[in-house]
């Protein structure tokens, strides 16, 4: 767990820059692709380029093995550019939002080595990977957000229309009402005749959520400092957080990509503010001469142990094993974490929902018991 959070949020995230050396691009493509169809596409590509098929036979049988739309156009780009004579990774580039910075470095990296069919098969193990931890957090969190969804609107509804009927039959026998009768009456009214600010008021801070959550500002960065403090959920976010780092910088140094690069790449590929602004120290600390482990542990981003085995894997030359190994360590953990995490919301959420539900039960039989008393006297 981090020790402190980096307290000075980035002022501007436009100035990410891009891939040193990489060039002007002549083309960007908007056109959006799942995150698996690029994820089956690079198993199939790492298995032909390992079988020895050459690069543009294979893009061209996998193009033709894939059905017509968005991909299937880019695919046919990229057998175009690379029958050309352009290098895989810089027709790659052109189409940006379904090859990103990482991949693109990766493949270069691989074709200035020559060992472009490891460096897929690292790249398909590693998106892998990546999909399989994406895949088990949504998951997770389909059934508590049911959970949610379907309390809101139930209550909602009890609320709003099933209430003031209540409260007419209450008013027609004139009877002393108890105070959780009354809490739930008046909330009931307020709901009913200010409908727009119980419910247009949250929507509305959402909709304000989404909007500087996507401009990746200080408010962006203070948001996602906050969340890291929270207790449970704020741990388990920070080893999330250690374990992507460590598995994307591992994995491009492996690839045999530069420090200095590979941390550009993280910190452009990185969707947390408070993790791209430790990166970015680090990246601004290493390129001053210094090491690794040090400003990492500066940053207060990262745990002691990471620190000792970066350092570690720094003097003896295995730094990119002994990230993979923390890349493995922590993900393990953060499995057992969600688990674990899980295990408690759902019943919580159900006894939180039984406890509305109850109050709402109890708030309406009380009167009714007077009502049918009433009417038994004699």
């Not at 050396?21 to 198993?43: E, H, I, N």
């Not at 990166?279 to 040090?294: K, L, M």
């Not at 500066?298 to 993979?324: A, I, K, N, P």
């Amino acid at each position: 767990m981090a020790k402190k959070i980096q307290r000075t949020a980035p002022k501007k995230q436009a100035t990410r820059p891009e891939a040193a050396g990489a060039g002007p691009r002549k083309k960007k493509s908007g056109k959006r692709v799942s995150d698996q169809a690029v994820t089956d596409f690079t198993v199939q590509l790492s298995t032909l380029s390992a079988a020895g098929i050459p690069i543009v036979r294979a893009l061209t049988i996998l193009q033709g093995q894939t059905k017509p739309g968005p991909f299937h156009d880019i695919l046919g780009d990229l057998v175009e550019d690379v029958s050309s004579g352009t290098p895989l990774s810089e027709a790659m580039e052109k189409h940006e939002r379904c090859f990103d910075r990482l991949y693109a470095s990766m493949v270069r990296a691989g074709e200035k080595g020559g060992v472009l069919d490891k460096i897929l098969e690292r790249l398909a193990a590693f998106r892998e990977r990546v999909a399989e931890i994406r895949s088990k957090v949504v998951g997770a969190m389909i059934y508590p957000f049911v959970i949610i969804l379907v309390a809101v609107v139930v209550v909602s509804a009890v609320i709003v229309w099933v209430i003031p009927k209540f409260q007419q039959i209450f008013a027609s026998f004139d009877v002393e009402l108890p105070g959780p009768t009354l809490i739930l009456l008046n909330v009931s009214e307020f709901t009913v005749e200010r409908w727009y600010v119980v419910f247009g008021v949250p929507i509305l801070l959402i909709l304000l959520h989404i909007y500087f959550m996507g401009r990746r500002g200080r408010y962006t960065y203070r948001i996602h400092a906050l969340l890291l403090k929270i207790p449970l959920l704020g741990a388990l976010l920070s080893q999330s957080l250690t374990a992507g780092f460590a598995r994307t910088f591992g994995t491009l140094i492996q690839a045999g990509v530069p420090h200095l690069d590979a941390l550009g790449i993280v910190r452009d590929t990185t969707s947390n503010e408070v993790l791209l602004a430790a990166v970015e120290d680090i990246r601004v600390t290493v390129r001053e001469g210094e090491g690794i482990a040090r400003p990492m542990e500066e940053t207060g981003m990262f745990d002691e142990l990471v620190c000792s085995m970066v350092d570690v894997g720094e003097q003896t030359g295995e730094l990119d094993g002994m990230l993979l190994r923390v890349a493995d360590a922590y993900e393990k953990q953060v499995d057992r974490r969600i688990d674990a995490l899980f295990k408690v919301l759902e019943p919580a959420l159900l006894i939180l929902m039984a406890v509305f539900v109850g109050f709402i039960v109890i708030a309406l039989f009380l009167p009714l018991m007077k009502i049918m008393q009433t009417l038994g006297a004699p």
